[in-house]
C-alpha cells in the first residue's frame, strides 16, 4: 500500500518561498512515478510538476522557473504569486508520461499554501 504524506504548506506574502515535502517508502521514491498537483476553490485538479517514469521532469508553464522538483519528490516553490493559492497534494503512480491527475493511483491528504498579495 502506497502511503503518502505532505507538509511545507503555510502562508507567505508574494514572493516569497515554500518547500513542501512528501513523505513515503523509499520503494515509491525509487519505482514510482510521482508528482504534485493543486485545487483552489471553485477549480478542477491540476497538475503542478511531476517526474516521470524516464526521468524526465515536467511542470506547468505557470510555474516554470519559480518551481523545482527534487528527486525526493520535494517541491521548492519560490517568487510565489496569490495565484497559487491552493491545496497541494502529493500523488504517485507506477507508471506515467503526463501531469494528469487522472494518471495518478495513490493521494495524499495534501498541504494547504495561502499567498496573500
Do not use: I
Not at 1 to 23: D, H, I, K, Y
Not at 94 to 106: I, K, L, N, R, T
Amino acid at each position: 500500500q502506497v502511503q503518502l504524506v505532505e507538509s511545507g504548506g503555510g502562508s507567505v506574502q508574494a514572493g516569497g518561498s515554500l518547500r513542501l515535502s512528501c513523505e513515503t517508502s523509499r520503494k515509491v521514491y525509487v519505482t514510482y512515478c510521482m508528482g504534485w498537483f493543486r485545487q483552489a476553490p471553485g477549480k478542477e485538479r491540476e497538475g503542478v510538476a511531476a517526474r516521470y517514469s524516464d526521468g524526465r521532469k515536467w511542470y506547468v508553464d505557470s510555474v516554470k522557473g519559480r518551481f523545482t522538483l527534487s528527486q525526493g519528490n520535494e517541491l521548492q516553490m519560490n517568487s510565489l504569486k496569490p495565484d497559487d493559492t491552493a491545496m497541494y497534494y502529493c500523488a504517485a503512480t507506477y507508471d506515467c508520461y503526463s501531469g494528469s491527475p487522472a494518471d495518478f493511483d495513490h493521494w495524499g491528504q495534501g498541504t494547504q499554501v495561502t499567498v496573500s498579495s
